[in-house]
């Protein structure tokens, strides 16, 4: 009796709740993130009170909206980058369970000894895995467990394929060999369309180098020579019918401003879209976008 109210306690423990995002680790990161931001933003607008200098206005909103995406954003990158460690994993953690079946072992047993082997971001969830089944919880429910703190779809189709095998029976090593295959043939697939959509990648920071530095020559040379023209059109007589007479009133400093939004949108479209197609996720288009926003900031202040 004792014993069974034992496996009980530690049943609720394993399928304890996740907490709620209050709690979570995003919203302890993030509200401080927003309010480092938005401090940011304010103290750039409370200096172009006391300055006419535009640009350091919109140098300070950029990254103060920097400062409230990135962290969270981070967060995203790190989970992502243990979702991966488990998908690379997957295929030598079936390898195992495929080597510890032919010496002998059930597939239940075989999973609690793989449980032991260093697998990166997937030996935390065989641990659990293995707890669960040790401590009574059924086989549909550990598994389904397992799949939810994985997260990945390669993860989820291994479980199903798992569980069946255990239902179906027959030859499981067969059956892990088969699935060992699948799973290393789209992993396999997978690299494949990074490594041919990786030259889209180069190709977008190209194209972005080089509206910057259409836009640099522009500011430094060819608004530079209207300006000059510009102030000597001013202290001359007037010339209503001369040539360079129509850019007497033209806001150059406006223009050069126009130039720095737009490479601005140019940075934050062209990350997104060089994330989406590196990674498969817009998320991870936040560090193309920083990389590619700090090459604007810095090209313009150099002008």
């Known amino acids: 009796m004792q014993k069974a109210s034992s496996n009980i306690k530690k049943n609720d423990l394993a399928t304890i709740p996740k907490p709620s995002f209050i709690y979570s680790q995003k919203f302890r990161i993030g509200v401080p993130s927003v309010v480092v931001g938005m ?3 304010l103290a750039s607008l409370y200096y172009v009170g006391f300055s006419e200098n535009t640009s350091i206005r919109d140098v300070g909103v950029i990254f103060g909206v920097l400062a409230m995406i990135v962290p969270v954003t981070m967060l995203q990158v790190k989970e992502s980058q ?18 510890a079946v032919q010496s002998g072992a059930n597939l239940i047993r075989a999973i609690e000894t793989t449980a032991d082997r260093n697998m990166g971001s997937l030996t935390p969830e065989l641990k659990n895995l293995r707890a669960n089944l040790s401590w009574g ?7 389904e467990n397992f799949a939810n703190r994985t997260g990945t779809k390669t993860a989820r189709r291994v479980t199903v394929l798992l569980e069946m095998a255990l239902k179906i ?6 059956n892990l060999e088969m699935i060992q295959k699948h799973v290393t043939e789209l992993q396999n697939l997978e690299k494949e369309r990074k490594s041919s959509l990786a030259p889209y990648t180069y190709t977008i920071y190209i194209s972005f180098a080089v509206f910057l530095g259409i836009a640099v020559i522009l500011s430094s040379q060819f608004f530079s020579q209207f300006e000059e023209v510009q102030q000597l059109l001013s202290k001359g007589p007037a010339t209503d019918g001369a040539f360079f007479s129509s850019i007497k009133d033209v806001n150059f400093s406006a ?17 997104l ?10 998320v991870a288009g936040v ?5 590619m926003i700090v090459m604007a900031i810095v090209a313009f202040m150099l002008v």
Do not use: C, W
């Not at 050069?256 to 479209?269: K, P, Y």
């Not at 879209?273 to 817009?282: D, E, H, L, R, S």
């Open 82 to 99: 243990r979702k991966d460690s488990i998908d690379r994993n997957l295929p030598l953690f079936l390898l195992a369970l495929s080597s």
């Open 169 to 174: 029976g027959g030859d499981i090593r067969t």
């Open 273 to 282: 879209v060089a994330g989406k197609i590196g990674a498969g996720t817009y």
């Open 255 to 271: 223009l050069n401003q126009i130039l720095f939004n737009m490479s601005i949108i140019e940075a934050v479209f062209g990350g």
């Open 137 to 143: 919880m059924p086989v549909e429910e550990s598994f």
């Open 39 to 41: 401090g940011i933003i």
């Open 287 to 291: 560090k193309h976008i920083i990389v």
